[in-house]
């Protein structure tokens, strides 16, 4: 039987949360029926050899996202580059990913008449102009579906992007189960790897560094906690991006500034982040935008009390005081008052923290995930095969 071919477009590969996705995408859909590959619009990124040892095909393209007449030109003549690549794939299935992606890739699809046409929303695109939100309503008519990865998600595309309702199709993401562990001995192995004594309190995040993430708001309360606990540490995982260089240089200056750059581990990118949650007394997630992280499920999963902020999608997997606690977004005050909440109450925090791991058991599971997309894929290979 003829495999269906499947190419997901996206700028680059690097530590962040749709890579993750992308790459648990194509390992989970049946491989008997699917041959997946990847194209990269800019650059290739420092992940791409992660998708090649596992015999996905990486194909790099020169756009730019620098917005400038030249740019436009440079970005038109990649839109006929990505046409004639997936006519030559013989591509069934083009998926892309947020906002940037889509737009020349939904050109090139369009341009090549390849049959069928995803787009997946990762995150409340806030930083969207109305402009843009015109150009995602035009293209959504030669689109499928418009994937969100939360309904927070969608209810933002829907207020903002006003596509007709028939358009959108929420799953959520979800998690292998059983790649996590819950381990003593790491949580022992990765805080002597830290020089994190055993009296010591280590709050915890992974995110990529970016405004979006919040991290300022992490380190003013960090800031402020450190004056009650002084044994309170904080550990930082993720990669800077190219398109955000000073964004972790500066939080190292609001450190420096406070005398506090010693409590503060960044460890860069690191593949085994999901397990060195075992590390953690409590993981927290600042973020002032986001879809679904899989961080943000991660932490619950290992059973971790976990303070998110109060925006919509960290709203629909945390209920306060139930399996998680939430602070009101962007308020550095507030987060304090949550942490502190967690360390002078741990009996509550780790009943919390149980429940928060039921309930990414039972609702954000990857098997799940992938039943959804497989049926997905394949009724739209049929449905095209059929027109």
């Not at 041959?35 to 393209?61: D, M, N, Q």
């Amino acid at each position: 039987m003829k495999k269906i071919k499947v190419m997901h477009v996206y700028n680059s590969l690097f530590d962040g949360g749709i890579e993750k996705y992308m790459l648990m995408l194509f390992d989970g859909l049946d491989q008997e029926k699917f041959s997946c590959s990847v194209c990269c619009l800019i650059e290739p990124g420092t992940h791409a050899p992660f998708f090649e040892a596992r015999g996905y095909k990486v194909f790099t393209l020169q756009a730019t996202n620098r917005q400038s007449p030249l740019g436009i030109l440079k970005n038109l003549r990649e839109v006929w580059r990505l046409a004639a690549l997936l006519r030559s794939e013989q591509i069934d299935i083009m998926h892309a990913h947020d906002f940037f992606s889509p737009l020349l890739a939904r050109l090139a699809a369009m341009l090549a008449r390849t049959p069928v046409i995803f787009v997946t929303l990762h995150n409340l695109q806030s930083w969207l102009s109305p402009v843009h939100h015109a150009i995602n309503r035009w293209l959504s008519h030669r689109t499928r579906n418009v994937i969100c990865v939360s309904h927070a998600v969608a209810q933002f595309s829907r207020t903002h992007d006003r596509l007709n309702d028939e358009k959108y199709i929420v799953i959520p993401n979800g998690i292998d189960i059983a790649a996590y562990t819950i381990s003593r001995s790491m949580r022992t192995q990765y805080r002597r790897e830290f020089q994190i004594a055993d009296g010591d309190i280590l709050i915890g995040n992974i995110a990529t560094f970016s405004f979006r993430k919040g991290h300022a708001y992490l380190i003013e309360a960090f800031i402020a906690l450190c004056k009650l606990h002084p044994n309170l540490k904080l550990m930082l995982i993720g990669s800077t991006r190219p398109q955000e260089p000073l964004v972790k240089p500066d939080l190292q200056q609001q450190l420096e500034r406070a005398g506090l750059s010693d409590k503060v581990i960044f460890t860069g990118s690191r593949a085994d982040a999901a397990l060195m949650i075992n590390a953690f007394d409590l993981f927290v997630m600042s973020s002032v935008t986001e879809g679904l992280s899989f961080a943000s499920l991660e932490g619950m999963l290992m059973q971790k009390p976990v303070v998110y902020s109060d925006i919509a999608p960290f709203a629909e997997i945390v209920k306060h005081n139930e399996t998680g606690f939430l602070f009101k977004s962007g308020d550095a005050d507030d987060l304090a008052a949550q942490i502190e909440y967690v360390l002078a109450h741990p009996e509550r925090a780790a009943e919390v923290a149980a429940n928060a791991r039921a309930s990414v058991i039972e609702h954000y599971n990857f098997a799940t995930m992938m039943r959804a997309y497989n049926r997905l894929y394949t009724e739209a290979a049929q449905a095209a095969v059929g027109q």
